[in-house]
């Protein structure tokens, strides 16, 4: 069984409880049919106040409107104890880290006594600085320039290492090994140079091979039976010069090119894969009325793949620089 608080109406559950779970009134004071229709409700107990009081018959809290604020101030309920006798804590000293003035029975700093400080800091600065100084010249040596030579100026002796003696000199067949390394690299040098020529050359026939391709679609007569035969070429080319490029002996700056020549022959077989994938297709649908439709398609490229126009904007943009 529930009842209802008579100053809020809140639904309580027990109805042992004395006091107001939400407004704090108290309960057993009286039903709400005992009290008054005009009845008040302190604000700091919750007990009921009779018509014509002005304060709190339990607590003593005036009633908002009884007084004025003078009179308020004397009839509020006041703290039991006295404010003023409370014992303060004392505030802790601060030690100020500024050394105290000397008294006047302290004995003062002559002019003497301050020029021979000064004296003798100014010795103790040259002091450092001739330690510095003479530390630095130790360690750099400039008086000796061999002192950090790191290559040898003697003869070495290569005994231990399987020839017979000190060897100051390159011999014939050294010199004759040298020089097959240099026109080793500089075949290497003209045959990059030829395979960089050639891919220009592959590339504007693909170019011409793919205008070809769509002008098919207004004038079919122009159509090229042996045009898928020449993309193939093209293709063959491309391989044997990728081969070529990777069976060259370089050096580290000529890896750099060579490396670059390969990525031009990746972007070249991808444009002729997809001519010669255009050409077929052109091919097998010739003489229907939607000949160029799946040729013109594949020259396009779809969002999984490429087509040729973008492949050859990636060489031409790159073998351009």
């Known amino acids: ?15 042992n409880v004395e006091v107001c779970p939400a407004c704090r009134a108290h309960l057993r004071r009286g039903s ?3 009290v008054e229709e005009d009845v008040r409700w302190c604000e700091s107990c919750g007990s009921p106040i009779p018509a014509n009081s002005k304060a709190c018959p339990e607590c003593g809290m005036p009633v908002e409107g009884a007084f004025d604020e003078e009179q308020r101030e004397r009839f509020s309920v006041r703290p039991t104890y006295d404010a003023e006798r409370e014992e303060k804590e004392p505030e802790p000293e601060l030690n100020s880290a500024i050394p105290p003035a000397p008294e ?8 003497e006594e301050r020029h021979r400080r000064n004296r003798l800091m100014i ?4 002091a450092a600085i001739l330690l510095v100084g003479g530390v630095t010249l130790y360690i750099t040596r400039p008086w000796d320039p061999d002192a950090y030579k790191t290559h040898a100026t003697e003869d070495a002796d290569t005994s231990m290492e399987g020839f017979p003696g000190e060897k ?7 010199l004759k090994e040298e020089e097959e390394y240099k026109e080793t690299l500089k075949a290497s040098e003209n045959a990059m140079n030829e395979v960089h020529e050639r891919l ?11 205008d070809l ?12 039976d042996g045009a898928y035969e020449g993309v193939a070429q093209m293709q063959q080319d491309l391989n044997e010069a990728k081969s070529k490029l990777e069976g060259l002996s370089l050096e580290d700056a000529q890896r750099v090119r060579r490396d670059e020549l390969l990525v031009l022959v990746d972007y070249l077989r991808g444009a002729t894969g997809v001519l010669a994938d255009a ?9 229907k009325p939607d000949q160029m439709v799946r040729a013109n398609a594949i020259l396009r490229g779809s969002a999984g793949s490429r087509g040729f126009d973008e492949w050859y904007e990636l060489f031409k943009n790159a073998y351009a620089s």
């Open 1 to 15: 069984m529930s009842i209802a608080c008579p100053n809020c109406g809140t639904s309580i559950d027990d109805p």
């Open 123 to 126: 010795v103790s600065a040259l």
């Open 104 to 111: 006047v029975g302290d004995k003062r700093v002559t002019a």
């Open 279 to 287: 050409w077929s297709a052109a091919g097998q649908d010739a003489g």
């Open 213 to 224: 391709l769509v002008s098919v679609g207004s004038k079919p007569y122009l159509f090229d």
């Open 168 to 174: 100051p000199h390159l011999s014939s067949q050294d």
């Open 200 to 210: 220009g050359t592959i590339a504007q026939e693909a170019k011409d091979s793919r």
């Open 32 to 34: 709400s049919t005992d």
